[in-house]
């Protein structure tokens, strides 16, 4: 990749061939690596400024960067190739932190990795941060490779996560755009493994959001050897989830996905092998809506108790998607503990499948994906009068879509204002 053309003033650089007492700017074209750029990451980062570019060149970083300047800065990271440009941190370091944060960070073409009992990418409580990820990998032996159960937002496209607990937690908001997430339940003492567990607390204000778009979720036990000549073992007592989420209201959208929570045994393993806990595709999604996308879940076929389920305690619109479940106890494409309803419109599932407390239904006419996910995400206003509620388009002016709750007045009581 040829960065030349758009070096500048507000370019700096970092290399296995430079040294820290360099500027990091490059003094002439091509640049000269080892009498212009930093050594390590985190000099460059000091050394930038608000909305300023750091190059890294290939080779392994072994830094921890915590990102806690202040005043805060916007700084822009890119790698040469994502095979080869490596930051890593191994022991209980996380590789990257926030805690007074970049309020707006971009991440490219790098692989970011913890290989001890650490988290990769972590941006920590209450801040208003906003970062991207593309073309990155982000890797971790420990629970988390992204924790962001303080970030405005995160966003990851064409990335390869995984972890051995909740690959990624996150609060506000999580934009996922060809991305593949992997959960290997292999952290000991664990009672969940998702690929994505969206943490309950808001930073924003609003609803939580998850907006997954071209991506795979797969939840499985991953094989661990224990000999050269062993067959593959694992041992796993955590329930497997691609995606968890918790009591409090949330938003997601998901698009061309395959969402995979696999616990089967496979023959050629380690005879003491095992998965005992239950498989979710997706659970406590109050407001979903999915196209185009498949659902397996199974659990280990040798488990006499374990569950399955496609949807559990989820509220959804689902058009032209696949469910595919198999538990060795009970096996659920939608189930629930309390009353929830289910959209359903050209898919594939199986009707003795659906728990007692869930309510199919057709998807109403007129409904179309795209209509259902602004009817999720935009502007609705209350009538106090007539209890009428508004749904507007993404202009803030058109409606699209009028309801009047139909609720006894003995339980709503409305009081103009």
Not at 65 to 88: D, S, W, Y
């Amino acid at each position: 990749m040829n960065f030349y053309g758009c070096d500048s003033a507000r370019v700096l650089h970092v290399s296995k061939a430079g040294n820290d007492n360099n500027g990091g700017k490059a003094q002439q074209y091509p640049v000269n690596l080892a009498n212009d750029s930093k050594l390590t990451i985190m000099a460059a980062v000091n050394a930038a400024a608000d909305g300023d570019t750091i190059i890294i060149w290939p080779g392994t970083y072994t830094e921890q960067l915590p990102l806690t300047q202040e005043p805060a800065k916007t700084l822009t990271f890119v790698g040469m190739n994502r095979a080869k440009t490596i930051i890593t941190q191994s022991g209980a370091n996380d590789t990257i932190t926030g805690t007074c944060g970049i309020p707006y960070g971009k991440f490219f073409n790098l692989s970011i990795t913890q290989t001890g009992t650490g988290r990769a990418v972590v941006v920590t409580a209450g801040l208003s941060s906003v970062i991207d990820f593309v073309n990155c990998d982000i890797i971790s032996s420990g629970a988390y490779a992204v924790s962001a159960n303080g970030s405005e937002r995160v966003s990851l496209k064409n990335c390869y996560l995984s972890a051995k607990a909740d690959t990624i937690l996150t609060s506000d908001m999580l934009v996922l755009d060809g991305c593949i997430v992997i959960s290997d339940a292999g952290l000991a003492g664990i009672s969940d493994a998702s690929c994505i567990y969206k943490y309950s607390t808001l930073y924003s204000g609003g609803p939580g959001k998850l907006f997954i778009k071209d991506s795979t979720l797969l939840c499985m036990p991953a094989y661990r050897k224990t000999g050269p000549k062993s067959p593959p073992l694992y041992e796993v007592t955590a329930d497997i989830k691609c995606i968890r989420g918790p009591v409090e209201s949330i938003i997601c959208i998901i698009e061309n996905s395959i969402l995979v929570a696999d616990g089967y045994k496979p023959s050629q393993t380690n005879a003491n092998s095992y998965c005992s806990g239950d498989a979710f595709c997706v659970e406590l999604i109050d407001k979903l809506v999915v196209k185009n996308s498949v659902f397996f879940s199974r659990t280990d076929q040798n488990q006499s108790a374990a569950d399955s389920y496609g949807l559990k305690n989820c509220n959804a619109q689902v058009n032209n998607c696949t469910f595919a479940v198999s538990g060795t106890d009970s096996s659920y494409c939608f189930d629930a503990d309390s009353a929830r309803t289910v959209y359903l419109e050209n898919t594939k599932y199986s009707p003795s499948q659906i728990g007692a407390n869930v309510t199919v239904n057709a998807v109403p006419a007129g409904v179309t994906f795209e209509k259902a996910a602004k009817l999720l995400v935009n502007k609705a206003v209350q009538n106090k009068n007539t209890g009428a509620i508004d749904y507007y388009d993404n202009d803030g002016q058109t409606i699209l879509f009028t309801h009047t709750p139909v609720d006894d007045e003995s339980i709503i009581t409305r009081t103009p204002s």
